[in-house]
Nanobody
Framework: QVQLVESGGGLVQPGGSLRLSCAAS????????MGWYRQAPGKQRELVAR???????NYVDSVKGRFTISRDNAKNWVYLQMNSLKPEDTAVYYC???????????????WGQGTQVTVSS
């Protein structure tokens, strides 16, 4: 089994910062891409940021210049540094990873349980 556990969400004022963390654990052979998604009430889940095992990144346009994704390949962690937060960033943020387990010859997608980020004064 593979588990993804997020932490770091909370309530922050507009213009503030938060850092989300996600730890992948379990029967992991390797992890390809890792990413952060978010889902606001009444909206579809959207990709916020993604990072490959080689460190290549991509971001949704609305967070470019404000959010930074990074990862620790040795520890199987992924982070999302969120600066200059806006009320429209309010959502549940989910960690995502493409994981190959021992004895598998394919990558499967795993999700964390989500962490709430609320940006409000």
């Amino acid at each position: 089994q593979v588990q993804l556990v997020e932490s770091g969400g909370g309530l922050v004022q507009p213009g503030g910062s938060l850092r989300l963390s996600c730890a992948a654990s379990g029967d992991i052979l390797s992890i390809a891409a890792m990413g952060w998604y978010r889902q606001a009430p009444g909206k579809q889940r959207e990709l916020v940021a993604r990072i490959t095992s080689g460190g290549s990144t991509n971001y949704v346009d609305s967070v470019k210049g404000r959010f930074t994704i990074s990862r620790d390949n040795a520890k199987n962690w992924v982070y999302l540094q969120m600066n200059s937060l806006k009320p429209e960033d309010t959502a549940v943020y989910y960690c995502n990873a493409q994981v190959s387990r021992y004895m598998d010859n394919y990558y499967a997608t795993y999700w964390g349980q989500g962490t709430q980020v609320t940006v409000s004064s």
